[in-house]
Every structure is written in structure tokens, then in C-alpha cells.
């Protein structure tokens, strides 16, 4: 009988490594990643976003996981997910679809790998959030992972040492 595969959601303010930590870990368990949606949609837009982008984000994050959760994997790693897109639209549009309020409580999210604001900002054509914005965010997205229930894990450190900060808590996942 299939077993559910352990899911890692590598998440945090922008510019904090989230990326990176997640190929890493895909690469050190050899295990799937699922990529950042946002940015690729984002950047491929020839207008700013809107309320309906980023519905379609929404979908698409969920769509991604339970795809990759039909599969025989031990673990899954996901670089983003549903708890930014949920906080953008309050940020942004100052309310949330109701279905992905139901998503959130319903995709069982076994540990969520918090990337702290350690890191420098590095702007580009996607960030939107330097200075005391990413502090707020980054506020808010463990505010919310706490209000769910989710197990967390912050993250700290450069290159290596952030790599094996997040090694352990994942290792301890994969024994239960």
C-alpha cells in the first residue's frame, strides 16, 4: 500500500535563500522539488498583477502538490506555497478566497522549513518587499503557519550552515 510522502515547505520573506535551501535538500534526499510558481508567472506578465493572477497562482501551487502527491516519494519538497500566496492577497487585495482558506487546512504540510531574514535583500524585477516590509511579512507568514498548527523550523545562516540548519529537522521527519 502507497504511504503519503513527507511534505517540506521551504518558505519566508523574499530574498531569504528559499530557493536554493530547496534544491539543496531535493539534491541531498534526491527527492522532487516543486518550484516557485509565482516568480515564473509573475515575470511573464506584460502588466501588474492582479487579484485573478494570483488566484491562479493559488490553484496551480495546489494543483502542483497533489499531482506530485499521486506519485511514490518519500518526501516532496515545495519552494513557496499557499501561506504567502494567502498573505499577498491580504497584503494586496485585503481578502482571500475562500477555498484557499479550505486548501490550507487541508493539504497536511508535515514541516515548514522558515528561511529567516538573516540574508540581505536583493532586489529584482519580481521582489517587492525590502526594509521593515519583509519584517512584517516574514511576521505574518509565521503568524499564519502558527494559526494552522504547523509544525515550523527556522532557518539561519549562510550557504552551508543554512543548508545544514534545515538538514536535521528534515532528517528527524523522515525517521517518524
Known sequence: MK??????????????GKSTLAESLSSYFNAPVIPEFAREYVEKLDRRYNYHDVEVIAQKQVDQLKSF????HQVIFVDTWLIITKVWFEVVFQQVPEWLENEIRSLKIDLFLVCNIDLPWIPDLVRENGGENRRILQNMYIENIKKYNFTFHMVNGEEQSRFENALEPVKLLMKK
Open 69 to 72: 502527491l499521486k506519485k511514490e
Open 3 to 16: 504511504t503519503k510522502p513527507k511534505i517540506v515547505v521551504v518558505t519566508g520573506a523574499e530574498s531569504t
